[in-house]
């Protein structure tokens, strides 16, 4: 939460927590504690009270009042720093729509005062005629900026099927695990990172070499956090389908963080949400050079799953183990096979060699299923990924069956 307000820019003065066995269903927290954070907000003379959980619009127009000051809560703070943060035209819309959903239902707040004074009961007051005109340009707005974002996601689609002979691997995980650095040190790139929250809101794609003839398509995408508003996952759907099409997930942990096992709930719960929890997953434990010593890391080797990956982003370690982890995830579900080509096929004898690991090659003399004089001829063993196997598949059906 502090790390939320820092990234929104505010300065933290004073933290009040409070146990309840039940919430006041009027101002959420107790009556003496709304005294108490009155008495702190004159003497502070804050500008702002940040609650670290949603409160209900009639919850927030009670406070706001009792304290006199500005009030927001958890998923209005967010909001607030994707709209910071937003910068390309996909990541701004998709910000604005879930900041609409969000001031649909609160719109009422903001005029009460006004109808109540201007209006009676049962009357219909200029306050009133107000909500219904603001509820009506929200209501036309939230359509155009669903119907850009169709848009932005038929191209996206288009993408995606573009490169989809390329087995595709996610970067998820809590914000600020390190995503984006180790997305620069894999791949060399220039993706924005920073000690702020939500650095990242857009999905990047990369090629990454791992090994020769081997490579993949690594996207660093928006990091997930403990209580994401829904509508923001809503209107992310987009940069998440990136994850959901997935073939491998790098689920980055920071290693060094006291909240490290409730952050991998946060975003298993989150990766469930939107229906990628099914996939294949490395966990990439992070930040392994900020840790206090040598055996601590130890002692996180064997309390963790064995399959585990040990990195750090920032000072490139342990980065060929993970590549070497990739391999293996993505060659587990080779196909090999063997076939037989007339030798004057260069084009596809080429093609197989640049997609595929070739195990055997051998030249022969094959006569087709017609019979005919002996041609010469290739007699190919390799093994593939599953998608360039189908897509070889539909080129090898074109040419007449070889025998030797
Ligand atoms: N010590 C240490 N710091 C790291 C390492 N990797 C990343 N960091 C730091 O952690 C902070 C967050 O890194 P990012 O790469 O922006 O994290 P992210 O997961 O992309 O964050 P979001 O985009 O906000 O979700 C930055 O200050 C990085 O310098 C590492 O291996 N060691
Ligand atoms: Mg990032």
């Not at 702190?40 to 609650?51: G, K």
């Not at 590549?323 to 596809?348: D, H, Q, S, W, Y």
């Amino acid at each position: 939460m502090a790390l939320l307000a820092d990234t929104a820019g505010a300065v933290v003065t004073d933290r009040v927590i409070q146990s309840l066995p039940q919430l006041q269903a009027a101002t959420y927290i107790g009556r003496g504690k709304v005294g108490e954070l009155k008495g702190l907000v004159s003497m502070r003379a804050a500008d702002l009270v940040i609650f670290d959980d949603d409160l209900s619009p009639v919850q927030l127009r009670n406070l706001e009042k009792e304290l006199g000051c500005k009030l927001v809560d958890r998923s209005g703070l967010i909001l607030d720093i994707f709209a910071q943060r937003a910068k390309t035209s996909a990541a701004k819309a998709q910000v604005e729509l879930a900041q609409l959903e969000y001031l649909r239902t609160r719109l009422t707040r903001q005029w009460t005062h006004l109808s109540r004074q201007k209006g009676g009961i049962g009357t219909k007051g200029p306050g009133e005629t107000q909500i219904e005109t603001d509820r009506r340009l929200i209501r036309d707005r939230i359509a155009v900026l669903k119907d850009k974002l169709e848009k932005i996601d038929r191209q996206r689609t288009t993408q995606r099927k573009g490169r989809s002979l390329h087995t595709r691997v996610s970067l998820v995980g809590y914000t600020n695990a390190g995503k984006s650095t180790l997305m620069n040190s894999l791949a060399g790139a220039e993706v924005h990172a920073e000690d702020r929250l939500f650095a990242t809101l857009d999905a990047t794609t990369r090629l990454v070499y791992l090994a020769r003839n081997k490579q993949v398509l690594l996207s660093d995408t928006v990091g997930f956090i403990r209580k994401l508003p829904h509508r923001l996952i809503e209107s992310f759907k987009s940069t998440l389908d990136e994850v959901r099409e997935s073939d491998l997930l790098l689920h980055v942990v920071d290693v060094t963080h006291p909240a490290r096992d409730e952050q991998i709930r946060v975003v298993n719960e989150t990766l469930e949400e939107i229906g990628a929890l099914d996939k294949p997953t490395l966990m990439v434990f992070n930040k392994v050079d900020a840790l206090a010593s040598p055996d601590e890391l130890a002692g996180l080797r064997a309390s963790l799953p064995t399959e585990s990956v040990f990195v750090s982003a920032s000072r490139a370690i342990g980065l060929d183990h993970l590549k070497e982890r990739i391999i293996e995830v993505m060659e587990a579900n080779f196909v090999e096979t063997e076939v037989i080509l007339p030798a004057a096929e260069g084009r596809i004898l080429t093609h197989i060699h640049s997609v595929a690991e070739v195990i055997s090659q051998e030249y022969v003399f094959a006569t087709g299923a017609d019979g005919g004089e002996p041609i010469p001829a290739v007699r190919l063993h390799f093994r593939t990924a599953p998608q360039h196997y189908e897509d070889l598949k539909i080129q090898l059906n074109q040419l007449s069956r070889l025998t030797v």
